[in-house]
């Protein structure tokens, strides 16, 4: 690209996407939460410090006293170099432009120019290293993660009988016989400090816990609902510094692509799959209340419906117009992930074994919300000789007749 003027050379700078950027500065595994990414920063790393606002433009990062700002401030946190300085400006400019200001083009000499290209190469290099560092920092965390879930997962045993039992009767799921869901006596529960980095606990709960497997079958963490100890309920859990009501269902490990294959064979012909454990369960105990057979029907909750969706290829404005307020006071179009799936992420992988699966929209979700997400999951798992539908959850025995008549 050529520049006519220092100026437009300059308003190229400022104007490059923040995500691109950060991610050729040596970011990695950066998370979606709500409206930001977050995760490590490609400056001085950790592991949920540094946060992008996409729609905004901005990014954040809470080392030390705080930095932040647009693209430029970013490259500057990330070498060192403060954008104050007209001299330390030009050289972050020329890193997100990849070449010098277009007067400077006319009189570089060939020294200088090799000179320039070697200093790009070797923070091109730099970058490379710095990126391969955090992903593997971020993979061993994961990686470590994975293996504590597994360790809870291992120290539960058997429903029957157990307070989880228990909690699921409750819910009007008796049937737990053979359900890969597992009660363990006591789970530490874990929140995000105000003011400090990482997690504290909070305290210890008895606990249902399910086993996210992946598309291989491989153990990636584990879904802990935390029980109540006195009743057969959600354990109330609040945050000690907020005071805010915290959810009683919580995910260690990976759950990317993952689900909890709750009943059923491993290569079922029949599927049935919703994004919470009781809703999927509810259609099974229908089931069994009706006399089918459900030998051949796995029964596979997706945790969250953007697990269940996937990654959308784009945001959608809210088709009721539901708004919500910023920050700043001022009401805005709530934004959701759109209806068409982006396949060039993963999403859940379901057996070649499935002839026809059934997706379960909870009915306590936002409508639109749902919506979207059911049908980019329906999207994926589409193929020529399955049948794909989805339906809404409000109450299990509804799903009776269309599981015993695909074509109703
Ligand atoms: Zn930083």
Same mark, same amino acid.
């Given at each position: 690209? =050529?520049?006519?003027?220092f ?8 104007a ?31 592991? %949920? ?5 996409e ?7 809470g ?6 700002? %647009? ?14 300085? /007209? ?6 400019? *020329? ?7 277009? %007067?400077r083009?006319a ?25 391969a ?9 994961? @990686? ?7 360790a ?7 429903l ?10 409750a ?13 363990? *006596? ?11 980095k ?5 305290g210890?709960?008895?606990a ?12 990636r ?6 029980l ?8 109330s ?9 915290q ?14 294959r ?16 009781? =809703? ?12 089918? @057979? ?7 909750a997706g ?7 996937? /990654? ?31 396949? =060039?992420?993963p999403?859940?992988?379901?057996? %070649?074994?499935v002839? @026809? ?7 306590d ?21 399955r ?22």
């Amino acid at each position: 690209m =050529t520049w006519l003027s220092f100026d437009d050379w300059v308003a190229d700078a400022r104007a490059v996407n923040l995500v691109e950027i950060a991610g050729r500065l040596g970011a990695a595994g950066l998370k979606r939460s709500g409206r930001e990414l977050v995760g490590p920063c490609p400056a001085c790393g950790g592991v %949920d410090r540094f946060s992008i606002r996409e729609d905004r433009q901005i990014w954040n990062c809470g080392h030390q006293g705080g930095a932040g700002g %647009d693209a430029v401030a970013l490259v500057g946190h990330v070498r060192g170099l403060d954008p104050r300085n /007209a001299r330390d400006f030009v050289l972050i400019c *020329e890193e997100i432009n990849g070449a010098p200001p277009p %007067d400077r083009r006319a009189e570089e000499t060939d020294a200088e120019r090799s000179e320039r290209e070697a200093r790009n190469a070797e923070r091109a290099r730099e970058a490379e290293t710095r990126s391969a560092a955090r992903e593997a920092e971020a993979s061993s965390y994961r @990686d470590a993660e994975i293996r504590r879930a597994l360790a809870i997962w291992e120290e539960g045993y058997r429903l029957d009988g157990t307070p989880a039992a228990a909690y699921l009767a409750a819910r009007g799921i008796v049937h737990v016989a053979g359900l890969r869901l597992r009660f363990v *006596e006591r789970v530490g529960y874990f929140v995000k400090p105000e003011l400090a980095k990482g997690f504290v606990k909070i305290g210890d709960h008895p606990a249902m816990v399910g086993a996210i497997a992946d598309g291989e079958g491989r153990f990636r963490g584990i879904h802990i609902t935390h029980l109540d100890p006195e009743r057969p309920a959600k354990a109330s859990i609040v945050h000690p510094e907020t005071g805010e009501i915290q959810p009683a269902k919580k995910v260690r490990g990976s759950l990317h692509g993952g689900v909890l294959r709750l009943a059923g064979p491993v290569a079922p012909r029949h599927l049935v799959s919703g994004e919470g454990i009781e =809703t999927t369960l509810a259609v099974r105990e229908a089931l069994i209340a009706s006399g089918r @057979d459900i030998a051949e029907i796995g029964f596979w909750a997706g945790i969250s419906l953007g697990n269940m969706g996937g /990654a959308a290829t784009e945001t959608v404005a809210h088709p009721l117009g539901a708004t919500r307020t910023d920050k700043a006071g001022r009401e805005r179009v709530v934004r959701l992930s759109g209806p068409v799936p982006d396949r =060039t992420k993963p999403g859940i992988v379901i057996p %070649d074994s499935v002839t @026809d699966a059934l997706i379960l929209g909870d009915g306590d979700s936002d409508p639109a919300t749902t919506e979207f997400a059911t049908r980019r999951c329906a999207a994926r798992w589409a193929r020529p000789g399955r049948t794909v539908r989805r339906a809404w959850a409000r109450d299990g025995a509804d799903f009776n007749d269309m599981i015993r008549d695909p074509s109703a």
